[in-house]
């Protein structure tokens, strides 16, 4: 018997990606907020040192899909597929990082690597947690060349040199933060 019914945890899925969709379009993905519970908890590392973590609905919507995602306007994250366990509520969302901005050649700048989510069905249309993963290497590979190349839109030039101006909301040393990453 299934702990969760699969029905509902599909119709998560769309109302996720429908709610992405809207975002994206809109450029701001601040309202995904609502798709979490309360006391949900949404991190990702950041590479060998560092890692990042918002606790609580109002953390992801201010700092992880907020700051963020700020400066990421023009991008898309389609999803590829999803894997579905409706017996321990655990879903991944498999997807692309794709800038609209493009190389000479006409292809949009968008890091090799697979990238997903991995969420955790809190009931009522909501993830009571969510993990990012994504090649790290790749990710970087693709900002240095978008830098070299001048292809990087104001947001994201304010976006890197926010990063440099010290420590920021929800970034931690590996192990340190303030919920255990995995």
């Known amino acids: 018997m299934a702990d969760f019914d699969r029905a509902e945890l599909d119709e998560m899925v769309r109302r996720w990606l429908q709610a992405n969709h809207e975002c994206e379009e809109a450029g701001d993905w601040r309202p995904l907020?609502?798709?979490?519970?309360?006391?949900a908890t949404y991190g990702w590392n950041y590479g060998p040192?560092?890692?990042?973590?918002?606790?609580?609905?109002?953390?992801?919507?201010?700092?992880?899909?907020?700051?963020?995602?700020?400066?990421?306007?023009?991008w898309t994250y389609p999803y590829q597929d999803w894997v579905i366990d409706d017996r321990s509520g655990n879903l991944i969302g498999l997807w692309k990082q794709v800038s609209d901005r493009t190389r000479p050649d006409g292809t949009h700048y968008s890091p090799e690597g697979i990238g997903?989510?991995?969420f955790r069905y809190g009931g009522?249309?909501?993830?009571s947690w969510q993990r990012d993963f994504f090649d790290f290497g790749n990710v970087?590979?693709?900002?240095?060349?978008?830098?070299t190349a001048n292809a990087?839109?104001?947001?994201?030039?304010?976006?890197?040199?926010?990063?440099g101006s010290g420590p920021l909301p929800?970034?931690?040393?590996?192990g340190t933060a303030p919920v255990p990453l995995w």
């Not at 907020?33 to 006391?39: G, I, L, R, S, V």
């Not at 040192?49 to 109002?58: C, L, N, P, S, W």
């Not at 009522?124 to 993830?127: E, V």
Request: aromatic share 14%; proline share 0%.
């Open 124 to 127: 009522d249309f909501r993830w």
């Open 152 to 163: 990087l839109s104001e947001g994201m030039q304010q976006r890197i040199a926010r990063t």
């Open 140 to 147: 970087s590979a693709l900002f240095v060349e978008m830098i």
């Open 116 to 118: 997903g989510s991995w």
């Open 33 to 39: 907020a609502d798709y979490y519970t309360e006391d």
């Open 170 to 174: 929800g970034w931690y040393r590996v």
């Open 49 to 74: 040192t560092q890692e990042f973590m918002a606790v609580g609905r109002d953390q992801i919507r201010d700092i992880a899909i907020g700051l963020e995602m700020d400066g990421l306007e023009g």
